[in-house]
């Protein structure tokens, strides 16, 4: 037994001594000499801008005093299933170009170290996605020449433009050839387009792309019932059915007294999509009773001539001004608007709070100016105390000599939900007046309330406001302003202390002053100014229409 233990003994300690030696040997064999480990790049970096993109990498291991040469490839996919581009390199860096790349695209690379007389080329080192940002020559697109089967599309200027390529989300693209007029003239009208289709537009200098942008062309328009100056437009507004959509031809139309929309919604609409080429002269609009509604679009509205009083008016019946209603949807898009010597909106004739409703209030892309008094009046410019409402949305639109205070809403009543107010991408100027809060007035209501990438400026335009610019406290009220730029907002005209926000969360706002005054009617933002690129997107703020 003791010879059986003994011999059992020395057979492990030989294995021992066979594994120890066998590991000696693979830490020799693993030595640093595979030009894997030794001979490949390694920390692959990148700068990539517009139109060009630098990558340097880290020198291989052991290459000191070794002339090395590299090999690049630039892939569509981590994979490198295709090759789009190859290039060399002597050194441990390349830039490549919108010559040798798409913009717009994301591209890999990998790179390795060609052989050499003592040394095999290495395996490749990758480098994560990049792509060239690409130049943007495009405009921003105006909601106003975006049409159903047509746009115009605007660009800087610029000699060499050829063509501009429209891809839809479905079909075929649409090759526009650009003339060097056309280039030199920095806009294109492209017609022949789908109804209710998006777009990619893409601008090309031969193969060089130099500008995309999207858009989506106008819902077809079925009108009820087209109209030429000298028809009677109050007798279609009278005969139309619920849902009608009266099309005004381009021209002057007369409503010299009150027009009365009672008990249903309808369009009214230029077919040119063109205000500065279909006017109404009017008197008033009344939505009268539960499903009175009303969609203005493409057309200006002047009310000078007929003394007009208010621009649109809710009423719970003719016989009884106050007695309850449930309207439908106010829009105004596309349209200029001026003129009421009380009011933009008047919607506070119910008998008492809530008796009057409506979901949504919205102004897109608009022009209304002289609307009110500003030191006399008491009506605001959206003057709803009283209404409830769910929304009130005011984009891309401008404001001037409006009123003594934008928005009033402080008969306190419980809605059946917290109302929004919500202000993008606009111009107010020159408003304020009669001790009233410039911008809301929601008393101890509940309300949100935002202002966003807007410009803000002059008041009181005369008399005095409230120190504060909003009041609305109410148990889930908040208000914001950001990404806007304020200017000359005080309590007085003269000797007058600088408005504050109430409790409004303030974030990313300048106090650039533009050089307005209360009078001024053109907000042209000068060129290179902050103001261009001082969205939440890196656009300009303020109502677009003055960017361009």
């Keep these: ?234 007798a279609a507004i009278t005969g139309a059915a619920n849902g009608a959509v009266i099309g005004l031809n381009p021209g002057t139309y007369a409503l010299s007294a009150t027009s009365f929309i009672t008990q249903k919604s309808i369009t009214i609409k230029s077919t040119s999509g063109n205000p500065s080429d279909t006017k109404v002269n009017y008197k008033e609009f009344d939505l009268e ?54 009011a933009f909106l008047r919607g506070d004739r119910g008998t008492n709070a809530k008796d009057f409703k409506i979901t949504g209030i919205t102004v897109n892309n608009s022009l209304v100016y002289d609307m009110g008094a500003n030191g006399t009046s008491t009506y605001y410019t959206f003057n709803i105390t009283k209404l409830q409402f769910n929304s009130i949305i005011v984009s891309k639109s401008t404001f001037y000599n409006c009123g003594p205070g934008l928005v009033l809403a402080s008969t306190i009543a419980t809605g059946d939900q917290t109302p929004s107010v919500q202000i993008s991408y606009s111009t107010i100027n020159g408003f304020g007046g009669s001790a009233k809060y410039a911008l809301l007035d929601a008393n101890t209501n509940p309300v949100i309330f935002s202002i966003q990438n807007s410009i803000i400026a002059n008041t009181p335009k005369s008399s005095t406001v409230n120190a504060s610019a909003i009041r609305g406290t109410g148990t889930g009220s908040s208000q914001n302003i950001s990404n806007s730029n304020y200017f000359n907002l005080s309590t007085a005209l003269t000797g007058g202390t600088a408005l504050t926000f109430g409790t409004a969360t303030l974030t990313g706002n300048q106090t650039i002053d533009l050089g307005w005054t209360a009078s001024t009617t053109n907000f042209q933002l000068p060129a290179g100014s902050a103001l261009r690129t001082a969205s939440n997107t890196a656009t300009a703020i303020g109502d677009p229409r003055w960017t361009y």
């Design 1 to 234: 037994m003791k010879k059986i233990i003994l011999q059992t003994g020395v057979k492990l300690m030989f294995l021992s001594v066979i594994v120890m030696l066998a590991s000696s040997c693979k830490k020799t064999d693993d030595a640093p000499t595979d030009p894997a480990r030794i001979f490949k790049p390694s920390d692959v970096k990148i700068s990539a801008g517009e139109t060009s993109a630098k990558l340097t990498w880290t020198l291989p291991l052991m290459s000191t005093g070794k002339v090395l040469k590299y090999s690049i490839d630039f892939s569509t996919d981590s994979l490198f299933s295709t090759i789009k581009y190859s290039t060399t390199a002597d050194t441990a860096g390349v830039t490549v170009t919108e010559d040798n790349l798409a913009v717009r695209t994301k591209y890999y690379a990998r790179i390795k170290a060609n052989a050499t007389e003592t040394q095999p080329e290495s395996k490749y080192v990758r480098s994560g996605g990049f792509q060239l940002t690409g130049i943007q020559l495009f405009l921003p697109i105006r909601d106003s020449e975006v049409k159903e089967n047509n746009v115009v599309l605007r660009y800087t200027p610029t000699v060499g433009l050829s063509t501009i390529v429209l891809t839809p989300a479905t079909g075929t693209a649409i090759i526009t050839t650009l003339s060097p007029a056309d280039a030199s003239a920095g806009l294109k009208s492209i017609t022949g387009l789908t109804a209710a289709t998006k777009y990619t537009a893409e601008l090309f200098d031969g193969t060089k792309s130099k500008g995309i942008s999207t858009f989506t062309t106008l819902a077809p328009t079925t009108y009820t019932v087209r109209l030429n100056p000298g028809d009677d437009l109050a």
């Design 289 to 342: 009773g539960t499903g009175a509604g009303i969609t203005l679009s493409g057309i200006e509205f002047d009310g000078t001539a007929g003394a007009s009083l208010y621009f649109l008016n809710l009423i719970g019946s003719q016989a009884a001004n106050g007695s309850a209603a449930t309207f439908t949807n106010i829009v105004v898009d596309n349209c200029i608007a001026h003129g009421s010597t009380t």
